[in-house]
């Protein structure tokens, strides 16, 4: 039995994170919602030993792909002493991207979280404002910013600080703003109040499972080598022809996991201005990409996390999109 949306909309509206009773806790908490924030939580900074069974299993599926760079610091994924050794506590920040287009001017398809300026800049240079902040007010607090680039577990810390649970879809979905959240994190040298870890799940929920065009979903965990968003971003070869197949329209990255989901149904647009659709993505096309050069490109969308997969990628994307469009 398929869950019901409306009953995941009314359950969201109605969870909130529980704040810590420590003062100061309360206070980072609340320094982090006055910067722009949409949710915070703390944890525990400490070694994450179920985290990095699963995440082994993972690796020896080959559910990786070719992203070997997954491989390298595995022992500091999972211990952010390793990193900072003065850690003590984690304060996870999420930060609200949705919106509900991912579509440009040519109906070529984007996946929403790169569609403004590079969050990792963005979330990067918010947080390290929250830091400043705290240490303006507690002097003796030191820490460190980490967003998605460093060998950081977040999710999993996510989790353990009270802001939701990992769907099937493999993203952390938070009952009141979904999964399209980016996700930042501040390792302090102090010891704090900790948030409730957050114990629910999707239950029998399968919808994202079904949903996905190329079977890259199971209990087992996701396959990058069926899914869509690795081949349109990550993929330095040939995107196989039954991948190939499968794609409608999308040339960076796919959310139609994030679509169906019932968490997903309800929700507010972002309000953050650099999140806002970029005029150069906007009009992207193959007759603009093939008329640019690489350096062109680079400068062109510079701010933007495209560059991942290049001007040559996006320009194979779309032909695909086009071939497939021919057909049906």
Same mark, same amino acid.
């Given at each position: ?14 969870? /909130?994170?529980?704040?810590?009773? #420590? ?6 908490? #609340? ?22 069974? %699963? ?17 390298? %610091? ?29 579509? $440009? ?11 403004? /300026? ?13 830091? $400043? ?40 979905? $938070? ?20 948030? /409730? ?37 990550? #993929? ?34 972002? #309000? ?15 007759? /603009? ?9 680079? $400068? ?29």
């Amino acid at each position: 039995m398929e869950s019901d949306p409306k009953t995941f909309t009314v359950m969201a509206e109605h969870i /909130k994170t529980i704040s810590p009773e #420590n003062s100061i806790s309360k206070n980072i908490i #609340n320094t982090a919602l006055n910067s722009g924030f949409d949710d915070c939580g703390i944890c525990k900074a400490e070694f994450l030993e179920e985290d990095k069974k %699963y995440y082994l299993n993972w690796l020896k599926q080959n559910f990786h792909a070719d992203m070997s760079f997954l491989e390298n %610091y595995l022992e500091t994924r999972f211990n952010p002493e390793l990193l900072f050794p003065e850690a003590k506590s984690v304060v996870v920040v999420l930060k609200n991207y949705y919106t509900q287009s991912g579509l $440009n001017d040519k109906n070529l398809f984007i996946s929403k979280y790169a569609l403004g /300026k590079d969050y990792h800049a963005i979330i990067k240079s918010q947080l390290k404002n929250v830091l $400043n902040s705290i240490r303006n007010t507690y002097p003796e607090i030191n820490g460190r910013v980490y967003v998605d680039t460093a060998p950081v577990f977040e999710r999993s810390n996510a989790v353990k600080a009270g802001l939701g649970f990992t769907g099937n879809n493999k993203c952390l979905i $938070n009952p009141r703003l979904g999964s399209f959240v980016f996700i930042g994190e501040l390792v302090l040298d102090t010891e704090l109040d900790y948030n /409730k870890a957050y114990t629910d799940s999707c239950k029998d929920c399968k919808l994202c499972i079904k949903a996905c065009p190329t079977g890259a979903l199971s209990k087992k965990g996701l396959d990058a080598n069926k899914c869509i968003s690795y081949h349109t971003i990550e #993929n330095r070869n040939k995107i196989p022809q039954k991948i190939q197949i499968k794609i409608t329209n999308q040339i960076f990255g796919c959310d139609i996991c994030q679509n169906v989901c019932p968490y997903n149904s309800n929700l507010k647009e972002h #309000n953050e201005p650099d999140f806002m659709i970029n005029k150069e993505i906007q009009e992207i096309s193959l007759e /603009k990409l093939e008329n640019i050069t690489d350096t062109d490109f680079e $400068n062109k969308l510079k701010d933007t996390v495209l560059l991942r997969a290049g001007r040559k990628k996006l320009i194979d994307n779309i032909k695909i999109v086009m071939k497939n469009v021919s057909v049906k």
